[in-house]
Nanobody
Framework: VQLQASGGGLVQAGGSLRLSCAASGRTFSIYFMGWFRQAPGKEREFVAAINWSGGSTYYADSVKGRFTISRDNAENTVYLQMNVLKPEDTAVYYC????????????????????WGQGTQVTVSS
């Protein structure tokens, strides 16, 4: 599975951005898609995840109510709509794919994901 992330940029606090992640290759094997982010000097952290077939969504508390993850199965693309952005949202954002089907388990750790996109920079100015 290959992942290509796009859509990052510079935005003022309170603004919005939409990230996209296009998947190719063995997309039929994807069970979950996730978004993570990593700020300078910090560990990579979970942002959101979506079950590829059922569409159930999960969020980190820090973004709940502001970010929305969605997917377009026909286009093999997952999106992250980010609203009411804050300076603390500044980071490199990565999309990732988890091919492991584990009943009842929601992958929120980096090591849960086998495939990663290249990252896209999001900078929120105050």
């Amino acid at each position: 599975v290959q992942l290509q992330a796009s859509g990052g940029g510079l935005v003022q606090a309170g603004g919005s951005l939409r990230l996209s992640c296009a998947a190719s290759g063995r997309t039929f094997s994807i069970y979950f898609m996730g978004w993570f982010r990593q700020a300078p000097g910090k560990e990579r952290e979970f942002v959101a995840a979506i079950n590829w077939s059922g569409g159930s969504t999960y969020y980190a508390d820090s973004v709940k109510g502001r970010f929305t993850i969605s997917r377009d199965n026909a286009e093999n693309t997952v999106y992250l709509q980010m609203n009411v952005l804050k300076p603390e949202d500044t980071a490199v954002y990565y999309c990732a794919a988890d091919p492991s089907s584990r009943s009842g388990y929601v992958p929120r750790r980096s090591y849960d994901y086998d495939y990663w996109g290249q990252g896209t920079q999001v900078t929120v100015s105050s």
